[in-house]
DNA sequence: CTAGTTAATTGTTTATTGCAAGTAACATTT
DNA sequence: AAATGTTACTTGCAATAAACAATTAACTAG
């Protein structure tokens, strides 16, 4: 198999984010194979010929492989290409971001989490496509409800605050808040499901049928 | 120069508008070539391997052959990818769409402009593309100065008016639409240029110098 | 039964927006 | 030169939504 003038390596790489110990995180893992044998980096794969429409496909696999579980939210990013981005020669590589449930992730995993604003050097182009991922997701989380997929299934209306929060990076008025989610039918309260500690026993809420199967449909 | 079974045809195709008696068009060309040879489609061509960081060369070149001038406003859409796209065999498409005011279009173009309400059916997985690119189009409009790069450097406050309503589709208040953009800096007047007719002279605008600067920094 | 803690709501003030009417600045007509 | 028509632009007001601050609600633990 070797590389002709015309026809380029096709790759994805994944921004997998989640939210651990209130900061968003990124998910690297150290590389298997040269080049940058043993450096972190973002997961990414070759795409294969089969995984037809887009490369969603291509981005599930490579996630599956390395977390043993599906992203909640899937998204294309943004798709890069030249020949100096990776020093085999040609590629194209189209980049995806993920957001991930810290629930979801099991303890022993091949990938480590690091804050977003204490990143490492990364190799390859992999800055910029970190950078394009945050820009992205920074900026639909204002208007949309992406931040709750870094959820899991149940959680309460703090929890959903916290999290738009800590996405967006400023504070938000709690009853703001509140009264604009609630009004835009993207979460519903769980009939009878309460989360209690030594105080008053907080609401569980779940996203909305209709934001999910709207996701669905864009895959 | 054959096809492996590991590395797809790189190309890019582009969904050029554009506003042409007051309404929303597609700049669409007959393909010169098999497959599909004489059919209406997005103007495209094949990636080279020198165009670096991301496709926006092809896209430019592609574009400075169809129209002979450079898009105002130009940006990454969506890749598409799979075996079944084009009857070729595997390949990927970079989608691009670009925003060309009218004025720049001189007559006897290689392409027709169609209003996107009357689209014809088109080859390829090109309708899919254009679906996504009215999409995107349609959603940035309403909070961004996109709509400006349809008219020609010089406009006046109704001309934007008029084209930010023809993009999004819907009504706008007058004078909260001027309030709005004025608040914004995204444009400025020009200072003592007016365009008159038979009745007060309306007052000429530019986009400011940082909204051309931004954008700029994005390619 | 009181204190402590987090959840959720309620008012009050302050910007935004939507709508309607009015004023401004011309050219053209009388 | 005054009246008229036409488009540009502004103003005022009512309705809505957002930001801020304080209050009430519902529990547990001592």
Redesign the interface.
Known sequence: ?E????????MVDTALFTILEERLCLLLARRQEPPFEGVPALPGG??H???????TMAARRVIRGKLGIDAPYLE?L???????RDPRG?S?S?AYYALIPAALLSQSQAVEAVPVEALPGLPFDHPQIVAKAIERLRGKATYSSLPAFLLPGEFTMNDLHRIYQQTIGTRLDQASFRHKILEQDIIEPIPNRFRGGAHRPARLYRLTRRVLTSFERKI
Chains 1, 2 share one sequence.
């Not at 590389?3 to 096709?10: F, H, I, K, M, R």
């Open positions: 198999m590389q002709t003038d015309q026809q380029p390596w096709v070759f795409v010929v089969e995984e037809d429409m887009d490369t294309q943004f798709t890069f290409s030249g020949p100096a040609w194209i189209v």
